[in-house]
Nanobody, 128 residues
């Protein structure tokens, strides 16, 4: 698994961006993996944003992004998306995607533990 995150950029408050997380390694079993997005604001710890289970049946969101962000997946393209709308300056962060092949992540998948594969960050900057 080789995760490649992209789609970050500079956007004004209220704007939208779509982040992509592609398995460029073209792993045959990517569809079996739970995938999550985490973010790390400047000077802060990395924290959970959203998660989608294998098959896309279940999603979970951190409270501050509920109703504004939507996670989805296209397993034919081996890609998970994070559609972000209504962006706020506090959404400014490096965004990372991660894959959990065994369902080992604790705290209902919100813990960083269990996510064995990580992409590089893609920076989202929201101007006020």
């Amino acid at each position: 698994v080789q995760l490649q995150a992209s789609g970050g950029g500079l956007v004004q408050t209220g704007g939208s961006l779509r982040l992509s997380c592609e398995d460029s390694g073209r792993t045959f079993t990517f569809s079996n993996y739970d995938v999550a997005w985490f973010r790390q604001p400047p000077g802060k710890e990395r924290a959970f944003v959203a998660r989608i289970t294998s098959g896309g049946d279940n999603t979970d969101y951190e409270d501050s992004v509920k109703g504004r962000f939507a996670i989805s997946r296209d397993d034919d393209k081996r890609t998970v998306y994070l559609q972000m709308s209504g962006l706020k300056p506090e959404d400014t962060a490096d965004y990372f995607c991660a894959a959990d092949p065994w369902g080992d992540s604790l705290d209902g998948g919100r813990s960083q533990s269990g996510y064995e594969y990580w992409g590089q960050g893609t920076l989202v900057t929201v101007s006020s």
